[in-house]
Nanobody, 129 residues
Framework: QPQLAEFGGGLVQPGGSLTVSCEVSGFGFDGYGIGWFRQAPGKRREGLSCISSSGDTRNYADSVKGRFTISRDYVKNTVYLQMNNLDTEDTAVYYC??????????????????????WGQGTQVTVSS
């Protein structure tokens, strides 16, 4: 099964940009759809974006559409989430997760968290002046 680890969190000023990365180790990176999620203190975990295992499909939550961009590098076994025009409301722990269904090649979901069975430990993103 895959192991996921997030990197790249930190402190950024409002209006700034940050890219977080999700390194996937173990078996078959190209077989897993990957999603990005976040959870702020006292709030529910929120789906942000996902990319299918084929790389053809990318979906975004309305809250980040136009500001965040997801991509994946099959050589580095890494999925990136580039975040622009950050706001204090974006402060949260950011998680990546892998879809457990390796036959789901061309779709992914940002709303159905039940399909994601493998999770990283998260990386803190703080947006503050």
């Amino acid at each position: 099964q895959p192991q996921l680890a997030e990197f790249g969190g930190g402190l950024v000023q409002p209006g700034g940009s940050l890219t977080v990365s999700c390194e996937v180790s173990g078996f078959g990176f190209d077989g897993y759809g990957i999603g990005w999620f976040r959870q702020a203190p006292g709030k529910r975990r929120e789906g942000l974006s996902c990319i299918s295992s084929s790389g053809d499909t990318r979906n975004y939550a309305d809250s980040v559409k136009g500001r965040f961009t997801i991509s994946r590098d099959y050589v580095k076994n890494t999925v990136y989430l580039q975040m622009n025009n950050l706001d204090t409301e974006d402060t949260a722990v950011y998680y990546c997760a892998a879809d457990t269904d390796r036959y789901r090649r061309f779709t992914c979901s940002v709303t159905d968290m039940d399909i994601y069975g493998f999770w990283g430990q998260g990386t803190q993103v703080t947006v503050s002046s």
